[in-house]
Each structure stands twice: as C-alpha cells, then as structure tokens.
T-cell receptor
C-alpha cells in the first residue's frame, strides 16, 4: 500500500475562517511534507517533518500552521487566509532507510478556494 | 538559473510513439531522482525512482540518469492517450527537500 490520504478533497473558506487540512499515511514513513501547487506550476515545498519534528519551514506565512501529532498524521491549520492562497495543497511522505531517503509518495491533494 | 530545468512543452505525439522527456540540473549534490505523472487537478503519481547512474526499466517506462552530465531522461514506449498528462522530474540531495522541474505537458493523440 503506497497510499497517502488527504481530507477534505475540496474546501471553500472565507478570509476570517479557521480550517484544517489532514493527511494520513500508514507506510511507516518518518518524513512528511506539505506542498502548495498553483495551476500550471510545479509543487512548492512549504514544510517538512522528520520523525515528527519540524525540520524545514520554507518561510511560510504564519497563517499556515503545521502540526504532526504522530508518525502517521500531518495537519495544516489555516487561519485568516488570502484569496491568493487558493491552490492545490499536497501532502507527501517518504521513508528513511539507513540514512538514505527513498522516494516520496503524494496524496491527491486538497483543492482550497479562499473567498 | 533554476536548479532543475525542464522543457514545458507541450509535447504532442501520435499513439504508439515513444515519448522522450528530460531534465537538466545544476546541483551536483542531487543523489535521488524521481519522475511523476500528474493529471489535471490530481496529485503527482510516482512513476520511477532511481539513485544511481544508468538505466532503470519498469514496464513501458525507462529512466536514465547521467550524473556526469547532470541529465536525466524518461522514455515512455507504446504511448497511449491515457499517458496524456504533465510529467514532473524531481530530485533531492541527502536531506528531505525535493526539488521539482517545471513539468512537461504531454499529449498523446489517438
């Protein structure tokens, strides 16, 4: 099973709302990622968690707040977003084997629209 | 200059033809190389993963890596209309950060 599950698939939120995106994997992967993808562009890295600790934050605005409650779950909390934050948000995970990173598997994404 | 360069296309081929895709990169620390296929409004699907120079084959897909030239390729044999998608190369060094090319849009015409 190489599945990364993201919920919800679609989300529409107002600029004053608070919402959360969820990601789950049961592959035993210890690195989990959030990416943002705009139309016709490649995914852009937002955050990386390694062994449940935040290891990379690509200077993402504080209105995006990641959380990794355990090794299988990754959340992205959203607050006071702007219309330009509308995008496809992708979660990914990968395994570390003897210090070697393996391939990254992506979920199907949450399509977020901020109105 | 971007770390990973990929021709945006679109690349249009007739059904049954070989699709040839490539990426060049500038960071010699990249060790792990991936190819993803992405359909519109869907997440990227992993097609191939390799971490050594040379060829790797999986069904209709062949990935090539030439670390000395900093060049990777993906070949799709016997292309089908269902192969019409955007293809993304991605690579990473020893850490966790994955760097993508800009993607190549492929159209396979029946």
């Amino acid at each position: 099973d190489t599945e990364v599950t993201q919920t919800p698939k679609h989300l529409v939120m107002g600029m004053t709302n608070k919402k959360s995106l969820k990601c789950e994997q049961h592959m035993g992967h210890r690195a989990m990622y959030w990416y943002k993808q705009k139309a016709k562009k490649p995914p852009e890295l937002m955050f990386v968690y390694s062994y449940e600790k935040l290891s990379i934050n690509e200077s993402v605005p504080s209105r995006f707040s990641p959380e990794c409650p355990n090794s299988s779950l990754l959340n992205l909390h959203l607050h006071a977003l702007q219309p330009e934050d509308s995008a496809l948000y992708l979660c990914a995970s990968s395994y570390r084997d003897r210090g070697r990173n393996t391939e990254a598997f992506f979920g199907q994404g949450t399509r977020l629209t901020v109105v | 200059q971007k770390e990973v360069e990929q021709d945006p296309g679109p690349l249009s081929v007739p059904e049954g033809a070989i699709v040839s895709l490539n990426c060049t990169y500038s960071n010699s620390a990249f060790q792990y190389f991936m190819w993803y296929r992405q359909y519109s409004r869907k997440g990227p699907e992993l097609l191939m993963y390799t971490y050594s120079s040379g060829n790797k084959e999986d069904g209709r897909f062949t990935a090539q890596v030439d670390k000395s030239s900093k060049y990777i390729s993906l070949f799709i044999r016997d292309s089908q209309p269902s192969d019409s998608a955007t293809y993304l190369c991605a690579m990473k060094a020893a850490g966790n950060k994955l760097t993508f090319g800009g993607g190549t849009r492929v159209l396979v015409k029946p």
